[in-house]
């Protein structure tokens, strides 16, 4: 299957030999390569750059989980030896950094991408090459956060880079400096995906999809691409401010200027708090879709747990002081903020209920999608009744900083997060390669995911309740306590978590080495799914639906099979994956025309990290980054985003669409 | 069915373990569960119910998923209805949690305000924080006996039954004050001042921690609160009131006092100490050091700790025999400050040898480029084993 | 197409660019061996353009129909551009440096243009498909510096005029040259069957008239009034004493605006000075506050007339003998008025002979002591 | 446009809102945006009357000039909303001539922005010189390079319109180029107000 279908030539009179663009432009011809490296560098296919989302987003995965045993190697004993103080506060600073930017939200990112076209019943994105763009400016990005542990230290300052710690005086080194302009480029990632995700849903719905039709993942995570929109540039503005401070000698942060330094701490927790349901939610839309599937049930109260993940994307911009409880903000702000806080556990409950509720009466199969999905709801209630115990001000006076933060955020965005993404592996990867997971592995790794994360986080809370203060590159049996179940017992407890955690995860990509060796291939529609992506062939075809499939019901693809009796009013299977895959087939539409790959979405992202070493080494080579992206920009609007029909070779005859200065 | 058997029991691991182990480590010095003043003790009353209702929310959760996990599963049951759910239940469901959280709001509400309330307060102290030590000094309040500026560092020396206010500041970066047993934590931000209450119901010494990451050594920057009752408060202000005395002639600890004046006074102060001229020896820290000052040391041997409360000035035992002083006697105990006897030599020389080694610091001369050659923290003197003799000695007269 | 020659010659173009550029990251100041590959660049990127522009013996070029020379050749621009540019090099050379800059702008452009019209004017027989294809490969590397020269005359030459002005003339003139933009607009869309020449020429006009205004007023200089500000630095100095400065303390703003918690509130009610410390009920005549810290007070004006709050906190030898009393101030505020002194001591009281405080110039005997411990 | 990965048939301009990805896009673009300047201006308003040792706002600013020259920007919007509608019309005369006034209004308006600094910056307000003149030259700069980005863009759009002859929907290019305009200067309304006729 060609990207570029071309219709078929018609009766096409003989035209005379035009000159051929493959030889005119030489390497410098648009790249239409459909198989080997270029076809996966210059794709702008959704569904591959989805694909390659996830790998990157996995290869930091593993690079954070190693800069997590190293932190946990150092804590298990006192006065720990196995990292420098100063070698420490640069690992937890990245393993935060990495966890949040550029794993969770990229491995969202890579699940957005993929599935939310093929669940809305689109041929792609709205703006391809936008998407590509994106894509390699989050490798840009990462590539520039994680340099400067080769160039002199990384940055050093916690994930949240509290101002004045991070000035040119207390972080000399270019750590803090990579970390901002790298975290710079990865927003600019996110923000053009965040555009080009609405618009997609917003207008490109297959036909008769309402909003209320749509599968709640593609739903949730519409909520979460506007919470990156507006919560991308406030971020945006904190990091500009802490480059020129750091580069061009601004002072915004600097107090002997008469700098406010909590400044920054409003700026990052405007940002930070979305960004916790930026992680969270993309696996909350994931396991709506797993637990209905294993359940044979409908999500529980569809419409209230989209208008809740809506309430929490609302309310979420309210709340972002409760990060501040113990700055000194005054008892006005303290008090608006906490009773704020408590309000968004309430639609936070509401999805409990929900997912527990479709579980009720169901007919449950529990495969390790499943098994993970279960995970989630456990685990999550877990860290959100934790969350609800420092909504509380005044005993957040006492959690704040401890470990207790440490083991509520974890059971949030490891037993919330990260499980959904696992669920969301073992559940979509034979759509995404047509090819099943080893369920047996599958489950053996939920199991030891589940023992390590619980013994080594929940220790976690004893830590911090009995006073352990987090970003501690040491700790002290002086303050460890008495008995035998002391501080010292639970820091060794909870390293040796980490290592049985360190080792599911080892399951999972050892799951994928043998799934990818293996010749098996999966069936059609192994789960009896009930959405449109599972509409098409597994992988989905370039254009992945040959005919665009009109929407009548939430769950269209359930209700194409299954009808119910109207004696019995029982469920009854009336068609099956393969019935409907054949019939789209054979009514497959004409002429599809999808959009080419190109060069400029990578050269774009190529010039941004230049502009970055450039800002911290040299403003000439900044310069040369800054032509790089002009030129991309210009080369980019004056391409057409399909081909025209010279650019074929041979050189085609068809009616290419080329338009004047297309923006995706 | 033991898989949800197992799942259940997974599950519940963590908010359980909260529920029944906090409690099985005894007398961990931060324990914020052990309140020993009005403040905390505010906060302890509100916190212990919200985490025992959260505790019975989370059981009735895991119960509700296990049940259904346990109940439901296939066993070849007939496809179920395709409902869509029952709004009635859903509603119900988002009020319950609204009303109880609401209950809980009431109660927090209150304690905001109790905990924010300056005007009641009837002895102030100005705290400072500094990578990686605190300061204190207590401002002139002559119903205390404090007829000059009193200031030391690493132990806050507070009276019994007293509402102190804490007047936190900070010189470089942001700080935070914790005393668990006392009150929450409150940041020390710079170019602010905020404040915190904090009241201890009975003598004894209070452990703390820095709790806002602040650089290289936030894990070592540590802190005390010593409570006294009245009386011996008053004797510890008017023995910090007095000026050093020069050793005597012909002691070892004469020849340290020379040490110091070569090398210690750039940094650290003691007040009453003369150079050979007969002049005053003023310390000018804030020529060798970014942020500004360094401890005083003035009355070094009334504190148990040095070098920001990281290490003790007090051998192990002696340092149990004060710890663990009953009521009574303790005031006795901490009064009599560091004797000879108890002086912990190994890490004081320790640390005069080479205190970057012991404590991170920047410290490093070829590394001050940002901070005009400033150092954070103390540098390597490259004191011979002669010298930090004499220093001991000397210091040791500092009571 | 390319040529294998002349793919080898962009291939070690591009190569010694980017040795170039890493050079000079890492290589600080090293100016003779940045020149040393910049030439070595320049000369291969020469001889690629002559392959390109030559096809070197490439017999494949073209299609077979009509070979590639065979397309007359339209006029071009560049050559002279291109030695426009080495003229200007040469005279910036003894000149100015920006001459120099613009000769070599000018040679580069020149040079990009010539080889990439030279190359697709003999890639077919069809006229139209080699524009087309020259468009694809320069439009975007002309359009963006087009656009950016265009907009980057207007707006140097514009402020330079302004600067050169007196502020009243500026802005008038500012009207006027906006009215005329717009009434320019107004004049071509009413007048649809103008001429094209009329309408370039004036065109030329407005935009040599504009550089030319720049030119002229980048070399009349700045105004007078811009050249004094500059060198007395009009609002660096505070003045502590009686006096009203003549710029610090003009147009001041009383306000407090900082939100952060002084450290204490001075007032000066009906001739008295008094102080009262956070956290103290007391008024007092004695403030703690720590050495070496960024300090806040906040100073309020209870007393009929303008008064300023003046701090004086040590004396200071600037040179060998020649000692300096430190003083810091709020600037001259009205009755009712507030405003914050933010002020930082480095020696403790004990340094200083003279006792710390806080005064009102021009009152006698009424002070706050500032006790550093 | 761009979606042409919708079914060709429809030839891409069916979506489910009515709106146009491209439109669509830019909104959201903006709407993005007015969190960016909020952030800098909230920075502005919380550092303006921290001045240190520097000029106040009142010392430097010189009202009468930046009321000319934000009519100015004004005026640009007016022109803009000319050379739409000539696109609309298909009229590539019009059009042309009306993104060229509009970019050398803009022009001037940035012209008139590089004076001030310039004269700001002889009268003692650097960028370093305190948090005041910091936050003041970061908003009105980045304002400025977005003002400049926009110029850019229509005298692109001119050479574009003049050199390729490609058939498309022109008009919708110069009505999102339009969108960003009128943006940027509503955008200088708020700061003007803000900045410059509220006393701090």
């Not at chain 3, 003083?327 to 480095?346: K, V, Y």
């Not at chain 4, 048939?9 to 830019?26: F, I, P, Q, R, Y």
Request: aromatic letters at 12%.
């Amino acid at each position: 299957m060609a990207i570029i279908e071309q219709p078929a030539p018609v009766g096409a009179p003989a035209l005379p030999a035009a000159p051929t663009p493959t030889r005119t432009y030489g390497a410098l011809r648009r790249p239409v390569a459909t198989t080997g490296w270029k076809s996966w560098v210059f794709t702008v296919d959704h569904k591959k750059l989805g694909i390659m989302y996830g790998v990157v987003a996995m290869f930091f995965f593993i690079v954070g989980g190693i800069e997590a045993l190293l932190i946990r190697l150092q804590l298990a004993a006192p006065n720990g030896k196995v990292l420098s103080a100063d070698v420490y506060n640069q690992m937890f600073t990245m393993h935060a950094t990495t966890m949040v930017f550029l794993f969770v939200m990229p491995m969202a990112a890579a699940f957005a991408n993929y599935f939310i076209p093929l669940q809305i019943g689109a041929r792609d994105v709205a703006f391809p090459r936008i998407n590509a763009f994106g894509f390699w400016t989050l490798v840009g990005g990462g590539i520039i956060v994680n340099l400067s542990w080769f160039l002199g230290g990384a940055a050093d300052g916690g994930w949240f880079m509290y101002a004045p710690n991070s000035g040119p005086v207390f972080s000399p080194s270019h750590g803090v400096d990579f970390w901002a302009l790298g975290l710079q480029i990865t927003g600019i990632a996110s923000l053009t995906g965040a555009i080009n995700l609405i618009v997609t849903v917003l207008n490109m719905r297959a036909p008769g999809m309402s909003l209320m039709k749509m599968p709640v993942f593609t739903w949730l995570q519409l909520v979460v691409q506007f919470l990156l929109l507006f919560a991308i540039p406030v971020i945006t503005v904190a990091l500009f401010l802490l480059s020129f401070q750091r580069n061009f000698g601004a002072t915004f942060f600097d107090v002997s200027a008469g700098a406010d330094p909590l400044l920054w701490q409003h700026l990052f927790w405007i940002f930070g708090h979305p960004e916790v349901y930026v992680l969270i939610l993309p696996s909350f839309g994931i396991i709506s879709e797993v637990l209905p599937v294993f359940s044979k049930k409908p999500l529980f109260g569809y419409p209230f747990v989209v208008f809740s993940g809506a309430a929490i994307g609302f309310v979420g911009w309210g709340v972002w002081a409760h990060h501040m409880f113990a700055s000194g903000l005054g008892p006005v702000s303290v008090a608006v903020f906490s009773i704020a806080t408590m309000a968004i556990a309430i639609p936070t409950g509401v999805k409990i209920v929900n997912w527990t509720m479709t579980l009720w009466g169901g007919k449950l199969r529990f495969t390790a999608a499943m098994h993970f999905a279960v995970g989630l709801i456990v685990l999550f209630t877990i860290g959100g009744l934790s969350g609800v115990t420092h909504s509380v001000a005044p005993s957040d006076t006492q959690q704040t900083d401890t470990y207790y933060i440490v083991a509520h955020f974890h059971y949030v965005l490891f037993g919330g997060a990260i499980f959904g993404l696992f669920a969301g592996f073992y559940y979509w990867w034979p759509k995404m390669f047509g090819k099943q997971l080893n369920e047996r592995l599958g489950k053996a790794n939920f199991w030891f995911m589940v023992i390590g994360m619980n013994l080594t986080f929940g220790p976690m809370h004893m830590i911090g309740l009995q006073g352990q203060p987090r970003r501690m590159y040491v700790w002290t049996e002086a303050r460890a306590g008495e008995g035998f179940f002391n501080i010292a017992f639970w820091n060794m407890v909870a390293s040796i978590g980490a290592f049985i955690l360190a080792f599911g995860v080892l399951l999972f990509l050892i799951n994928v080495f043998k799934t990818t060796r293996s010749k098996e291939v999966a069936p059609l529609d192994p789960w009896d799914a009930r959405t449109l992506e599972w509409m098409t062939t597994s992988p989905p075809k370039e254009h992945n639906f040959d005919a665009i499939p009109t929407v009548h019901h939430l769950d269209e693809f359930f209700h194409r099979k299954y009808e119910q009796d109207p004696n019995t009013h029982e469920m009854k299977q009336v068609a099956t994956a393969e019935d409907i895959l054949r019939e789209q087939e054979a009514n497959a539409d004409k002429h599809i025309h999808m959009p080419s790959p190109s060069y400029w979405p990578i050269v774009l992202a190529g010039g941004l990290p230049v502009i970055a070493l450039g800002i911290i080494y040299s403003i000439p080579v900044a310069i040369v980054g800054a032509a790089i992206v002009v030129l991309a920009l210009f080369g980019w609007s004056l391409e057409p985003s399909t081909a025209p029909d010279s650019d074929f070779d041979p050189p085609a005859s068809g009616d290419g669409t080329k338009e004047l200065a297309p923006l995706g | 069915m033991p898989t949800s058997v197992r799942r259940f029991v997974a599950g519940a691991a963590g908010l359980s373990a909260v529920a029944l182990l906090a409690g099985c480590a005894k007398n961990a010095p931060q324990d914020t569960w052990q309140p020993k003043g009005p403040n905390a003790q505010k906060i302890d009353d509100l916190q212990k119910p919200v985490f025992a209702i959260a505790g019975i929310v989370g059981l009735i959760v895991f119960a509700a998923v296990a049940y259904a996990v346990f109940r439901f599963k296939d066993r070849g049951q007939p496809i179920p209805e395709q409902t869509h759910g029952k709004p009635v239940l859903e509603i119900g469901m988002t009020i319950l949690p609204a009303l109880l959280l609401a209950g809980i709001g009431v109660f927090t509400f209150r304690t905001i305000f109790d905990l924010a309330k300056t005007d009641d307060t009837e002895m102030v102290i100005n705290v400072t924080g500094q990578q990686w030590w605190w300061e204190y000094d207590y401002p002139v309040q002559t119903d205390y006996g404090i007829t000059n500026p009193i200031i030391t560092s690493g132990q806050l020396v507070i009276p019994t039954g007293t509402k102190v206010l804490l007047r936190e500041t900070s010189r470089d970066v942001i700080h935070s004050y914790w005393i668990p047993a006392l009150n929450g934590k409150r940041d020390a931000v710079p170019g602010r001042v905020h404040y915190l209450r904090l009241e201890a119901d009975k003598p004894g010494i209070y452990a703390g921690q820095c709790t806002e990451f602040c650089g290289l050594s936030h894990a070592v920057m540590r802190m005390e609160a010593v409570a006294l009752d009245k009386a011996d408060f008053a004797a510890w202000v008017k023995g910090q009131l007095e000026l050093a005395d020069s050793p005597a002639e012909g002691t070892l600890a004469k020849e340290g006092e020379s040490v110091f004046l070569n090398q210690c006074v750039r940094c650290h102060q003691v007040n009453g100490l003369k150079k050979a001229d007969g002049s005053p020896a003023i310390a000018a820290p804030e020529e060798n050091v970014w942020s500004g000052a360094a401890p005083n040391l003035t009355h070094l041997m009334t504190r148990n700790t040095f070098a920001g409360a990281s290490w003790d000035l007090l051998t192990k035992e002696c340092r149990k025999d004060v710890w663990e002083a009953p009521g009574g006697e303790f005031g006795k105990k901490y009064l009599a400050g560091v004797t000879e006897e108890c002086l912990n030599q190994t890490d004081l020389r320790r640390w005069l040898r080479n205190a970057p080694a012991m404590k991170p610091m920047y410290a490093d001369p070829t590394k001050l480029g940002p901070t005009d050659g400033k150092y954070r923290g103390m540098p390597n003197l490259g004191l011979s084993e002669d010298d930090i003799d004499k220093l001991v000695a000397y210091l040791a007269t500092l009571k | 197409m390319f040529t294998n020659g002349s793919k080898y010659f962009i291939g070690v173009t591009g190569f010694s660019a980017v040795v170039l550029v890493i050079y000079v990251v890492l290589v600080d100041g090293a100016v003779g061996g940045a020149v040393a590959l910049a030439s070595i660049m320049l000369a291969v990127g020469l001889l690629a353009g002559l392959a390109l522009f030559n096809r070197d013996g490439d017999v494949e070029v073209g299609d077979a129909a009509a070979p590639a020379n065979a397309v007359p050749v339209g006029s071009s621009l560049w050559p002279l551009v291109t030695t426009l540019g080495i003229v200007a090099m040469g005279v910036g050379l003894i000149t100015h440096e920006i001459v120099f800059l613009l000769g070599l702008t000018a040679l580069v452009a020149g040079f990009v243009e010539w080889v990439i019209q030279g190359w697709s004017e003999s890639a077919s027989s069809d006229r139209r498909f080699n524009n087309a294809a020259r468009g694809r490969l320069i439009h975007p590397l002309e359009f963006p510096v087009i656009a950016t020269v265009g907009a980057g005359v207007i707006v140097v030459s514009f402020s330079r005029i302004m600067l050169a002005i007196s502020k009243t003339t500026g802005a008038v003139l500012f009207t006027i040259v906006g009215a005329l933009v717009l009434a320019g607009g107004v004049f071509f869309a009413v007048r649809p069957n103008l001429k094209k020449s009329v309408a370039v020429g004036l065109c030329v006009i407005g935009a040599v008239g504009v550089v030319a205004g720049g030119i002229a007023g980048a070399s009349v200089g700045k105004r007078d009034q811009l050249v004094e500000a500059n060198e007395e630095d009009h609002f660096a100095h505070k003045e502590c004493g009686e006096e009203k400065s003549k710029y610090f303390d003009f147009n001041s703003e009383a306000k407090v605006s900082m939100r952060s918690n002084p450290m204490a509130t001075i007032e000066f009610v009906d001739g008295k000075l008094q102080a009262r410390e956070l956290g103290l009920k007391k008024l007092t005549d004695r403030i703690t506050v720590q050495k070496s810290n960024n300090i806040s007070v906040i100073f309020r004006n209870k007393t009929e007339g303008e008064y300023r709050l003046t701090l004086f906190y040590g004396e200071k030898e600037v040179q060998e003998g020649v000692v300096e009393e430190l003083h810091n101030c709020t600037q001259m505020i009205e009755s009712g008025e507030e405003q914050l002194l933010t002020f930082r001591i480095d020696r403790p009281s004990i340094a200083s002979e003279k006792p710390y405080k806080f005064y009102v110039p021009g009152v006698e005997d009424q002070s706050i002591e500032v006790v550093v411990p | 446009m761009a979606d042409t990965a919708v079914h060709h048939a429809e030839h891409g301009h069916h979506t489910s809102t009515g709106l146009s990805n491209n439109k669509l896009g830019m909104w959201l673009f903006l709407g993005s945006e007015c969190l960016l300047f909020g952030g800098l201006i909230s920075t502005y308003m919380i550092y303006r009357g921290r001045v240190g040792e520097g000029p106040r706002p009142g010392n430097v600013f010189d009202i009468p000039f930046t009321s000319v020259s934000s009519f100015v920007l004004l005026m640009s919007s007016l022109t803009m909303v000319l050379a739409v509608a000539a696109a609309q019309k298909r009229d590539d005369r019009g059009t042309t001539l009306w993104l060229t006034v509009t970019g050398l209004l803009g022009a001037t308006f940035v012209g008139g922005q590089m004076y001030e600094f310039t004269a700001m910056y002889n009268e003692g307000l650097g960028y370093t010189t305190s948090l005041f003149g910091s936050a003041f030259y970061t908003l009105t700069g980045f304002h400025g390079v977005h003002v400049t980005v926009g110029i850019i863009m229509l005298f692109s759009l001119v050479a574009i319109i003049k050199r390729s002859n490609v058939p498309g929907d022109k008009a919708e290019v110069v009505e999102l180029v339009g969108l960003y305009w009128h943006f940027v200067d509503i955008v200088w309304i708020i700061i003007f107000t803000l900045v410059y006729l509220i006393p701090a």
